[in-house]
């Protein structure tokens, strides 16, 4: 693999491309620790002090941002507005005969679902930038801070518009940050900045593992952490690369003097079919009820139930429930972007089958068939992973955004893998060697 790196930045383009990318991530990064206008820096910082790694109902979010959303910075919303567009957009194309008509199209069609994309990503931003200042002026954004209502000195209507504009724009600039990678650099661009994202949020937790520990001065516990983490990543791409390849057969077709088809390929249904999306879906709507009960001012029986036994991690019922949305989100998901009868007719269409599966119907009833069963063990595999955090926070004491947690190591080995695969092919048509021999 080192062969492979040198080999990249010895060639010119390539290296053109790496370089660009890493400037990009450079600018991205700077710009999670400038803060915003009318936001009392030292505040903020006192408070973060405070919650010591407990970041409450905003963890997810904070990961997703490179921990910029509890600084307040410009990019604070980091990518999240972009990808909650993407998931209702990819969501939409299935409710909505417009959208799935242009996805049918191609290349125009794809530009004009991605222009829908961004529109919807600045409205995202807006309505999210006007909550998190509301947040922050209340108080309730660092809960048990002292001066947590001192964060936004300045609460006049100006003050706060510049604040949502300001962190609007944040987000836009990201947007065309990941686009320039996607179009300049190595591909992938959204992708790799929520890779930096969460990477960039792993030292500060390793090591606060390591000053919280007590045996061996804490360097016990932050090497067992390391040896889970590699196991964890190991287990991942296993599972990521596990596929079910279904043969399929295309018959020969004589046009003119020419003969068309006869070729084998194959169906691959990945075992994770569904990515990391579930895991975000049931994380999000989990975070619902105790938002609401936060914000309520009211003492009635509910808002004690949900402060008791949905806020924390830990709890038994937050477990299950957790576990059982995966599930449910990674079949609703897969049964939304995998449609069976699609591919049958077009394998229909150009002349394909399935060896002992008779066209049409069939094929699409025996793909269901698969499709079901494999979504099983995936599902299983994504909530057993998501459930991570859960024991470190009994077992290190770390809190429920644990580095090696489900929803991180899922995102940084998946864009790890894609990253390097499409550097590796790039670099095969200049070289016959990659990265993997």
């Known amino acids: 693999m080192l062969t492979g790196f040198a080999r990249a930045f010895r060639t010119p383009d390539l290296r053109k491309k790496l370089l660009f990318t890493l400037g990009i991530i450079v600018v991205y990064r700077a710009g999670t620790h400038i803060p ?135 987000t836009g600039m990201v947007m065309w940050l990941g686009e320039l990678i996607t179009d300049r650099g190595i591909g992938n661009g959204m992708s790799i900045l929520m890779f930096i994202s969460i990477a960039a949020t792993f030292p500060s937790a390793l090591w606060a593992i390591k000053t919280s520990g007590t045996l061996a001065d804490g360097w016990i516990e932050f090497g067992t952490v390391i040896l889970i983490g590699l196991v964890m990543v190991g287990l991942v791409v296993f599972v990521e690369q596990a596929q079910r390849r279904i043969p399929v057969q295309y018959a020969k077709r004589m046009i003119g003097r020419r003969s068309y088809g006869g070729t084998s390929t194959y169906i691959p249904l990945k075992v994770n079919q569904a990515g990391v999306i579930p895991v975000i879906f049931a994380s999000s709507l989990l975070y619902i009820p105790a938002l609401i009960a936060q914000f309520s001012d009211s003492n009635s029986g509910w808002k004690t139930w949900i402060q008791a036994n949905m806020v924390k991690g830990d709890h038994p019922v937050y477990i299950t429930l957790y576990f059982l949305l995966i599930v449910f989100f990674a079949f609703f998901y897969v049964a939304i972007s995998f449609n069976p009868e699609e591919v049958a007719d077009n394998m229909k269409k150009y002349g394909g089958f399935i060896p002992g599966i008779r066209a049409g119907r069939p094929t699409a009833e025996y793909l269901s068939y698969v499709l079901n069963r494999i979504t099983w063990p995936g599902s299983l595999y994504l909530g057993l992973i998501a459930l991570v955090p859960t024991m470190a926070l009994v077992g290190f004491n770390a809190n429920q955004n644990f580095p090696f947690g489900g929803t991180s190591i899922l995102i940084i080995v998946g864009v790890g893998l894609e990253t390097v695969k499409q550097i590796e092919s790039q670099l095969q048509q200049r070289n016959y060697e990659g990265f993997l021999r």
């Open 36 to 170: 915003i206008p009318g936001v009392d820096y030292k505040s903020v910082q006192t408070c973060i002090d405070v919650a010591k790694g407990n970041q409450g109902l905003f963890g997810l979010v904070n990961m997703f941002s490179g921990g910029a959303l509890l600084q307040i910075t410009v990019f604070a919303l980091g990518i999240m507005p972009y990808i909650t567009a993407s998931i209702i957009l990819q969501l939409l194309t299935v409710v909505i005969p417009r959208l799935e008509a242009l996805k049918k199209e191609g290349q125009a069609g794809t530009a004009k679902i991605t222009q829908y994309t961004r529109y919807l990503t600045v409205a995202l931003a807006i309505l999210q930038g006007t909550g998190l200042v509301a947040t922050a002026r209340s108080g309730a954004l660092f809960t048990g801070c002292p001066v947590a209502t001192d964060i936004v000195p300045d609460q006049s209507i100006f003050t706060t518009i510049t604040m949502v504009v300001t962190m609007t724009a944040g």
